[in-house]
């Protein structure tokens, strides 16, 4: 199998899964009725609940692309209003009732039950070193609940893959500033949504790019060269050989059950998350 392909394949089916745990009105208001104020304070805390009673600076670490102040006002004061096991709890909660408005009759189907068994055996699979999410979701028990353990293994595969592009991010010397004006550049989402919905200013956007035109990704206009063309194309491959391992070692023919259950699931889903998104995805792609 070409691992790297099947990687990408399988992210762009499961991703809408996991998302709905931020788009979805259900996720947002039960982490809310927890205590939690606000939709970032409710991001923050929920996707770094797996890792216990973290500070700011751990969440901007391993989130890496947020502008400090976004974080700040969320961590730690989070955790003066819900511990991390009551958010846990609640996120499953909410996510539990979205899947199930959107999925309807098929939230109990066989075909949840089987693809939630294969996306499990996958996320078991991955190798978590130096992946502090994806080993934090991953060391989660798993739900009773098949169409939560879907959900579950979703998100664990899900980090899996953003902790191996953060590592491809890295080793390109790109900041999280930066990260995100090469995705701009790329065409995969507006400065617009990107920028707004990390909280970096004009100046720290500015400082990212004058940044890139030193190093000769960027030309004037904001534009990729040839360079920071190749340099992004190799940050997006990197990624994907990084987050092979889980699928190569479920097997092509499991990849392709899974590929195929998964896909009418995305597709009943893929109503609650917007476009464009910060995810930089389309939820039928």
Same mark, same amino acid.
């Given at each position: *199998?070409?691992?790297?392909?099947?990687?990408?394949? *399988?992210?762009?089916?499961?991703?809408?899964?996991? $998302?709905?745990?931020?788009?979805?009105?259900?996720?947002?208001?039960?982490?809310?009725?927890?205590?939690?104020?606000?939709?970032? *304070?409710?991001?923050?805390?929920?996707?770094?609940?797996? *890792?216990?009673? =973290?500070?700011?600076?751990?969440?901007?670490?391993?989130?890496?692309?947020?502008?400090?102040?976004?974080?700040?006002? #969320?961590?730690?004061? #989070?955790?003066?209003?819900?511990?991390?096991?009551? =958010?846990?709890?609640?996120?499953?909660?909410?996510?539990?009732?979205?899947?199930?408005?959107? /999925?309807?009759?098929?939230?109990?189907?066989?075909? =949840?039950?089987? $693809?939630?068994?294969?996306?499990?055996?996958?996320?078991?699979?991955?190798?978590?070193?130096?992946?502090?999410?994806?080993?934090?979701?991953?060391?989660?028990?798993?739900?009773?609940?098949?169409?939560?353990?879907?959900?579950? #293994?979703?998100?664990?595969?899900?980090?899996?893959?953003?902790?191996?592009?953060?590592?491809?991010?890295?080793?390109?010397?790109?900041?999280?500033?930066?990260?995100?004006?090469?995705?701009?550049?790329?065409?995969?989402?507006?400065?617009?949504?990107?920028?707004?919905?990390?909280?970096?200013?004009?100046?720290?956007?500015?400082?990212?790019?004058?940044?890139?035109?030193?190093?000769?990704?960027?030309?004037?206009?904001?534009?990729?060269?040839?360079?920071?063309?190749?340099?992004?194309?190799?940050?997006?491959?990197?990624?994907?050989?990084? $987050?092979?391992?889980?699928?190569?070692?479920?097997?092509?023919?499991?990849?392709?059950? /899974?590929? $195929?259950?998964?896909?009418?699931?995305?597709?009943?889903?893929?109503?609650?998350?917007?476009?464009?998104?910060?995810?930089? /995805?389309?939820?039928?792609?």
């Amino acid at each position: *199998m070409d691992g790297p392909r099947t990687a990408r394949r *399988m992210w762009r089916l499961l991703e809408p899964v996991h $998302a709905v745990t931020y788009f979805a009105p259900e996720s947002v208001e039960a982490l809310k009725a927890v205590g939690l104020k606000g939709f970032w *304070m409710a991001y923050f805390a929920g996707r770094s609940a797996p *890792m216990g009673r =973290v500070g700011a600076a751990t969440v901007s670490a391993s989130f890496y692309n947020f502008a400090p102040f976004l974080v700040d006002r #969320a961590i730690p004061d #989070a955790w003066g209003f819900a511990e991390p096991a009551e =958010v846990l709890g609640a996120r499953l909660a909410g996510v539990d009732l979205a899947l199930r408005r959107l /999925l309807g009759p098929l939230a109990d189907g066989p075909e =949840v039950a089987e $693809a939630a068994e294969l996306a499990w055996e996958a996320s078991r699979s991955a190798v978590c070193d130096g992946r502090v999410l994806a080993a934090a979701n991953q060391a989660l028990p798993r739900p009773d609940d098949p169409l939560l353990a879907l959900w579950q #293994a979703a998100t664990t595969l899900r980090e899996h893959r953003g902790d191996g592009h953060l590592t491809s991010l890295v080793n390109a010397g790109l900041d999280g500033r930066q990260a995100h004006v090469t995705l701009v550049a790329s065409g995969a989402i507006p400065r617009t949504t990107l920028q707004a919905a990390r909280g970096w200013t004009d100046g720290e956007w500015a400082e990212a790019e004058e940044a890139l035109i030193e190093r000769g990704w960027l030309d004037g206009d904001g534009a990729f060269t040839p360079t920071g063309s190749e340099a992004r194309a190799t940050v997006e491959a990197d990624t994907d050989r990084l $987050a092979a391992g889980p699928w190569e070692a479920l097997g092509e023919a499991a990849c392709d059950r /899974l590929a $195929a259950l998964a896909r009418p699931l995305t597709l009943a889903i893929s109503g609650a998350i917007p476009f464009p998104n910060p995810i930089g /995805l389309a939820p039928t792609e």
